[in-house]
Every structure is written in structure tokens, then in C-alpha cells.
């Protein structure tokens, strides 16, 4: 079975900045896509940016500019550099994993706090 585990996440001061790392495990098959997603409280969960195997990225609007995503779609990790980070980026932040198996994973989450 697929295990996907972020780690990075904390608490930073606004305009600081944390790199959040992402691997899945258990599995023979590479990504198709990789991505980050994050929710705070009472809020539904969002897009924060993805990318394909072929290296094309998207990013939602509120982070275009600041983040970063990275990866090794063949070792299955992701990254999200966050720079600049404002309070209302505070959430827990999902990694999510399309695999060649055709099938999505996610991870459990990791917390971000940016402190105004």
C-alpha cells in the first residue's frame, strides 16, 4: 500500500518562508501529477499549485508569485517553497499524487501557522 508523508510545516513569522516536503512510499509506479492542496478551519480545501510529469506547474491565484512547486515525479516527492507568507496562508496542507496506476493519493497533512 501507497504511504504519502509530508513533513516542513510550523509556525513562521509573516514574509518568512518554509520548504514542505512530500514522499510516497509502497509503490512501484511514478507520478503522473503531484500536487499540493491546503484547508483552514471552516474553509473547503484548495488548490495551492500542482505538477505533471512533463514539468508544467499551475498555482492557485493566491500564491502565484510566492511559491514554488517542485519534484521527482520517478521518486514520487514533491516540494513547496514558500516564500513571502502571509497569515491567511495558515492551514494544514495536503500532498496529493496521481500515479501511473491511475490512482490519487494523499498524505495526512502538515500544519503551517504564519503569525502576523
Known amino acids: 500500500q501507497v504511504q504519502v508523508v509530508e513533513s516542513g510545516g510550523g509556525l513562521v513569522q509573516t514574509g518568512g518562508s518554509l520548504r514542505l516536503s512530500c514522499a510516497a512510499s509502497g509503490s512501484i509506479f511514478r507520478a503522473s501529477a503531484m500536487g499540493w492542496y491546503r484547508q483552514a478551519p471552516g474553509k473547503q480545501r484548495e488548490l495551492v499549485a500542482t505538477?505533471?510529469?512533463?514539468?508544467?506547474?499551475n498555482y492557485g491565484d493566491s500564491v502565484k508569485g510566492r511559491f514554488t512547486i517542485s519534484g521527482d515525479n520517478a521518486k514520487r516527492t514533491v516540494y513547496l517553497q514558500m516564500n513571502n507568507l502571509k497569515p491567511e496562508d495558515t492551514a494544514v496542507y495536503y500532498c496529493?499524487?496521481?500515479?501511473?496506476?491511475?490512482?490519487?493519493?494523499w498524505g495526512q497533512g502538515t500544519q503551517v501557522t504564519v503569525s502576523s
Open positions: 505538477i505533471t510529469s512533463g514539468g508544467s506547474t
Open positions: 496529493n499524487m496521481f500515479l501511473t496506476n491511475s490512482r490519487v493519493y
